[in-house]
Nanobody, 115 residues
């Protein structure tokens, strides 16, 4: 019922910036919480940032002060502004929409940070 499509990934040098977008279909976006996760080969998928339906935000320690999550309910879109990127930020980034027993994942977008 819900489809999530990530975009905005790419290759960037250390210290650079990228802005990821996740566009959601469906009518429950504004009532849902949105997460950004990332995953690298051989490692567990990691929660990077979260924004609740009420606008409260959470960031994992490694991205605090560098990443900003935001949402535009009129556009059914959540964003992840990534600044001061580091090589260790390289991963596939996924968005997740969830509430109650419902959970939806996007297909991911690749972010590569390399000199």
């Amino acid at each position: 019922q819900v489809q999530l499509v990530e975009s905005g990934g790419g290759l960037v040098q250390p210290g650079g910036s990228l802005r990821l977008s996740c566009a959601a279909s469906g009518s429950i976006f504004s009532a849902s919480h949105m997460d950004w996760y990332r995953q690298v080969p051989g490692k567990q998928r990691e929660l990077v940032a979260q924004i609740t339906s009420g606008g409260s935000t959470y960031y994992t320690n490694s991205v605090k002060g560098r990443f900003i999550i935001s949402r535009d309910n009129a556009k059914n879109t959540v964003y992840l502004q990534m600044n001061a990127l580091k090589p260790e930020d390289t991963a596939v980034y996924y968005c997740r929409q969830w509430t109650s027993g419902l959970e939806y994942w996007g297909q991911g977008t690749q972010v590569t940070v390399v000199s």
